[in-house]
């Protein structure tokens, strides 16, 4: 748990210095005192750096919970498959289901690279309030995933373990889908709200 934690704390600081720097970049500087262009202030893509950040966050925070749930779980399930390996198939069923929060962040990640125009190459004229609306979207799915994901991990390695012990997962797997069922509603918070943001008002 302890080394858990500590990628934790440093997907954390990455959200966190992400955050500043967008908004240190969105709202802009000072450079030396020398007073900044208003064709050049206008043409500031703002609403684009809130929208990246947003991207970034939805894909890395649980993509970081995913791959070290399935680490937890691979090794688990590594051990049994060594004792027996006619128990790796159910055992590779607990490996992947901490996998799916991952999945979940990418596939908000891409929502919002294609409802803020990033994909398409017109999101130069978005606002600052829709980039950041497009940025909180993100934070749902993002902050759940990652913790879900570690949580869901250890509900597998404790199935994983059933696996060992009485050659039949099924009560384990239950167990673990109800950690499942927050990151599904976080999923769907986020797909409301990037689908919500007035792109065209």
């Known amino acids: 748990m302890k080394k858990y934690l500590k990628f934790a704390c440093i997907a954390v600081i990455v959200l966190l210095t992400l955050c500043v720097c967008g908004a240190v970049l969105a709202e802009g500087m000072p450079t030396g005192g020398m007073p ?9 893509p703002k609403g684009y750096i809130w929208a990246a950040i947003g991207v970034c966050v939805a894909m890395i925070l649980p993509g ?14 590594a051990g049994v498959a ?20 991952g999945l979940y962040g990418f ?9 803020s125009g990033i994909l398409s190459g017109t999101v130069m004229n978005l606002s600052t309030e ?7 979207s993100s934070l749902p799915i993002g902050v759940v995933g990652l913790v879900s994901a570690y949580f869901q991990s250890r509900v597998c390695c404790a199935g994983i373990g059933i696996v060992a012990k009485q050659g039949n997962g099924g009560m384990g797997i239950t167990f673990a889908i109800m950690v499942e069922l927050y990151a599904i ?4 918070v986020s797909i409301l709200m990037v689908v919500g943001v007035p792109v065209n008002a």
Do not use: H
């Open 36 to 44: 900044q262009m208003p064709e050049m202030v206008d043409n500031t």
């Open 64 to 77: 970081v919970g995913s791959a070290l749930g399935v680490g937890m779980a691979g090794r688990a399930a």
């Open 82 to 101: 060594a004792e027996d390996p006619e128990k790796g198939g159910q055992c590779l069923v607990f490996e992947l289901l901490p996998a799916t929060q």
């Open 107 to 115: 596939v908000i990640a891409m929502f919002i690279a294609v409802f």
């Open 130 to 136: 829709l980039g950041r609306s497009f940025f909180y």
């Open 185 to 188: 509603l976080a999923l769907i």
